[in-house]
Each structure stands twice: as structure tokens, then as C-alpha cells.
Antibody, heavy 117, light 109 residues
Framework: EVHLVESGGGLVQPGGSLRLSCVAS????????MTWVRQAPGKGLEWISY????????YYADSVKGRFTISRDNAKNSLYLQMNGLRAEDTAVYYC??????????WGQGTLVTVSS | EIVLTQSPGTLSLSPGERVTLSCRAS???????LAWYQHRPGQAPRLLIY???ARATGIPDRFSGSGSGTDFTLTISRLEPGDSAIYYC??????????FGLGTKLEIK
């Protein structure tokens, strides 16, 4: 069974940084594209970043471009999101997801990031 | 950007009833690349339907999806208390920059 477990969330001051991690199990991690999706309190789901199976193709939503960096380590079955220059509007639950032939078929339970002074 | 509008926003039904949730797109979705997810509080969202009408692995046949172009529906029959959740539609025609609807909150009591 596929499991995705996020970690690294917490409370950070505006302008600060955090690094989220997602460890995958039950799948051949290196075969799958992965994404990060977030949900701000009381808001809908927002796709924020994508990385191809090899890591060679990366996309970002405009809302995080230039501040967030997605990466992966296939040897460690891990996905990362480096978040710099955090703003109050980045407060959200961040989900790691797997894509299979365009379909997002598995999600983690999410990790909460709170940006506040 | 394709905007998805879900309706109704909230509804409350009884066990055994049947419900149809709506998802309308601001423009036609290529190849009916439309998925539905169930999100229970504190749990990971779960894929129910992809390609508008294909059930994901392990999803019971009480859940069915239909539609094409700009209008899609998710029907849940024989409602159970465990079906209480928020249901989201998502278009992935513009993958990987896909978009979600705001969700329909379903309460079974």
C-alpha cells in the first residue's frame, strides 16, 4: 500500500524559511511524478509545485515562484519543499501527492505551516 | 486558468439516500480529465473518480461519476455515515498546473 508521510511543518516568522519533507513507501518512488498541494485555512486546494520522476522537469505556481524550491532524492524515496521568504498567506496544510499518468492518486495527511509573528 | 464551481456548498442527508454533486467548469475540459476526491477531517484526501467516470482502485460502486465538456457530476448512492466528508472536483487537463473546485461538504446524520 502506498504511504506518503510529510514532516517539517511548524510555526515560523514572516520572512523565515522551512523545509518540508515527504517520505514515500509502498511504491517505486523513482517512477512517479510528485507534487505539492496546499490548503489555507477556510480556503480551497491549491497546486503549488511539480517535479518529474527524474527531477529534470519542475514547475511552480506563480504564488510561490522564486521563493519555493521543490526537489527529490530517489535513493531516499523522499520529496522536499524548501520554502523561503515565507508570508502570512503561505499559512496552510501542505500535502505531498503522487501523480500516475496525470492523475493525482495518492496524498499524504499533510503538515501544517503557520507563518506568524 | 480553468475555474471549477461546485454546488451545492453544503448539504445534509440521511443514511440510505442518494446524492448528486455538481462540478461546472469555466471552459471545456479536454479528454474529460476530471477527478473527484473525498476528504475526511484529519485524513489524506482519497481519489474516487478519474477521467470523469472511472472508479479508482478499491472504490465501491456506490460512487459514480458522469459528465463531459463543462458539466460533471458525482453520484453517491445508499449513503453511509462514513460518507460524511468534503468532496472536491479537480481538472487535470492543464496538468501539472491543475485546479480544484472549492468543495461540497456532505453531512450524513
Amino acid at each position: 500500500e502506498v504511504h506518503l508521510v510529510e514532516s517539517g511543518g511548524g510555526l515560523v516568522q514572516p520572512g523565515g524559511s522551512l523545509r518540508l519533507s515527504c517520505v514515500a513507501s509502498g511504491l517505486t518512488f523513482s517512477s512517479y511524478e510528485m507534487t505539492w498541494v496546499r490548503q489555507a485555512p477556510g480556503k480551497g486546494l491549491e497546486w503549488i509545485s511539480y517535479i518529474s520522476s527524474s527531477g529534470s522537469v519542475i514547475y511552480y505556481a506563480d504564488s510561490v515562484k522564486g521563493r519555493f524550491t521543490i526537489s527529490r532524492d530517489n535513493a531516499k524515496n523522499s520529496l522536499y519543499l524548501q520554502m523561503n521568504g515565507l508570508r502570512a498567506e503561505d499559512t496552510a496544510v501542505y500535502y505531498c501527492t503522487r501523480e500516475d499518468r496525470l492523475v493525482v492518486d495518492y496524498w499524504g495527511q499533510g503538515t501544517l505551516v503557520t507563518v506568524s509573528s | 486558468e480553468i475555474v471549477l464551481t461546485q454546488s451545492p456548498g453544503t448539504l445534509s442527508l440521511s443514511p440510505g439516500e442518494r446524492v448528486t454533486l455538481s462540478c461546472r467548469a469555466s471552459q471545456s475540459i479536454v479528454s474529460n480529465y476530471l477527478a473527484w476526491y473525498q476528504h475526511r477531517p484529519g485524513q489524506a484526501p482519497r481519489l474516487l473518480i478519474y477521467a470523469a467516470s472511472a472508479r479508482a482502485t478499491g472504490i465501491p460502486d456506490r460512487f459514480s461519476g458522469s459528465g463531459s465538456g463543462t458539466d460533471f457530476t458525482l453520484t453517491i448512492s445508499r449513503l453511509e455515515p462514513g460518507d460524511s466528508a468534503i468532496y472536491y472536483c479537480q481538472q487535470y487537463a492543464t496538468s501539472p498546473q491543475y485546479t480544484f473546485g472549492l468543495g461540497t461538504k456532505l453531512e450524513i446524520k
